[in-house]
Each structure stands twice: as structure tokens, then as C-alpha cells.
């Protein structure tokens, strides 16, 4: 299977817990996001790389959430001091840059549930 | 800012029906537009897409043009089947941004 994977596909933590997702994108795919999708809405875009670089943030990523993309493939997003409305679907999506760039493919998500 | 407004669903159907899932949408520039599927349990899958004004979008027997003068990418099938079942969502990225704006998505339950 060469499509996106995530890492793990669900996750219960309690508040106040620090829990990390981590995203492997398709290989050769130099851009990758990450989006959350609360029940009932639509993904919401939360923050993009290119290669290694994060090149975009939305304001819904507060302090407590961090991305990296250290070698420019995988990709962690972590959530410190988790609150229970940071309960949602985290979707990690990749593309190229070039070609079929509009195109985003998308992985399974991570399912948090903060208790 | 960008944005899309879909139907409210749940849309319910029977097999063989004609399907029209409205999606409108409000940008900045020249998006380009897509449809999303969702079935049950599965991640995101993109069903198909347009970039650029009168463009026709089709898979699966799905299609969708993008209409730049009434600001719509309305997603139809001529038959559908229980198969369909689904949540489907309209989505547009602009030219100079990176991010997929999606709307709230529309449920669809077809039935024998």
C-alpha cells in the first residue's frame, strides 16, 4: 500500500496528557498537511510543509499543538496538556508541487478522544 | 476570506434516483474545485475535480462543472447505488494558497 499512513488510528488520553500522531506521507510527495475534522464539519486545515519547512500555520493551532517534518518525509504533530475539546479526527494529507499539485491525498486519521 | 456552503443533508435516496448535492462557494481569485468522499470508517478520497471556469469534473459516473458565474460546483450521478452511500465533501483550493477550505459535508444514504 503507498498511500498516506497514520500513526496510531485511534487514541484515548486523559486531560492534561501530551499525545504525538505521527504521518508518512506517499513517498516523492513533498508537500504535507494536517487538518482536524470535528464531528458533523469539515476538515479544518491546520498547518502545511514543504519538504521540511512549515510554511503555514492556522490560528487554530494554538501553542499547544507542534508539527515538525525533520527530514522532510515523516511527519509528528503533537498535542501537550490535551483539553477535551481538542477531541477530533487528525488528518494528515500529502501532495506534489509540481504536476498534479492541487491534488491532496489523504491518510485514514488519528481519532482523538480526551477524557 | 474562502468558503463553501453545501446542502444539509442527510440526503436520502433510492437505488437508481438522480443525485444533485448543491455546493456553492465564495474566493478570492480563480479556485480550483473538488469533490471528496468519505465512506464508512475510511479516510478521504477524492472523487474528482476542476480547475479552472466550465471545466467538467467526472468519476464513477459522478460530475460536477464548475460554474464561476453562479459561483457553484454542484455534484450529480444519474443513478445511484447502495454503494453511493457515503458523506460527500465540496472543497476549493486558491491558486496562491496551499489549503484545502472544505464545507460541512453532505450525507448520503441510498437504499433498495
Known amino acids: 500500500d503507498t498511500g498516506v499512513s497514520q500513526d496510531p488510528r485511534h487514541k484515548i488520553t486523559k486531560r492534561g496528557q501530551n499525545v504525538t500522531f505521527r504521518c508518512d506521507p506517499i513517498?516523492?510527495?513533498?508537500?504535507l498537511y494536517w487538518y482536524r475534522q470535528t464531528l458533523g464539519q469539515g476538515p479544518e486545515f491546520l498547518t502545511y510543509?514543504?519538504?521540511?519547512?512549515?510554511?503555514?500555520k492556522s490560528r487554530l493551532l494554538s501553542d499547544r499543538f507542534s508539527a515538525e517534518r525533520p527530514k522532510g518525509s515523516f511527519s509528528t504533530l503533537e498535542i501537550q496538556r490535551t483539553e477535551q475539546g481538542d477531541s477530533a479526527m487528525y488528518l494528515c494529507?500529502?501532495?506534489?508541487?509540481?504536476?498534479?499539485?492541487?491534488?491532496?491525498?489523504f491518510g485514514p486519521g488519528t481519532r482523538l478522544t480526551v477524557l | 476570506g474562502n468558503s463553501v456552503t453545501q446542502m444539509e443533508g442527510p440526503v436520502t435516496l433510492s437505488e437508481e434516483a438522480f443525485l444533485t448535492i448543491n455546493c456553492t462557494y465564495t474566493?478570492?481569485?480563480?479556485?480550483?474545485l473538488f469533490w471528496y468522499v468519505q465512506y464508512p470508517g475510511e479516510g478521504l478520497q477524492l472523487l474528482l475535480k476542476?480547475?479552472?471556469?466550465?471545466d467538467k469534473g467526472s468519476n464513477k459516473g459522478f460530475e460536477a462543472t464548475y460554474r464561476k458565474e453562479t459561483t457553484s460546483f454542484h455534484l450529480e450521478k444519474g443513478s445511484v447505488q447502495v454503494s453511493d452511500s457515503a458523506v460527500y465533501f465540496c472543497?476549493?483550493?486558491?491558486?496562491?494558497?496551499?489549503?484545502?477550505?472544505f464545507g460541512t459535508g453532505t450525507q448520503l444514504k441510498v437504499e433498495l
Open positions: 494529507a500529502s501532495s506534489l508541487s509540481r504536476g498534479e499539485g492541487d491534488t491532496q491525498y
Open positions: 513517498s516523492e510527495h513533498n508537500r
Open positions: 510543509f514543504q519538504n521540511e519547512a512549515q510554511l503555514e
Open positions: 474566493a478570492t481569485g480563480y479556485p480550483s
Open positions: 476542476a480547475t479552472k471556469a466550465d
Open positions: 472543497a476549493l483550493k486558491t491558486g496562491g494558497g496551499n489549503k484545502l477550505t
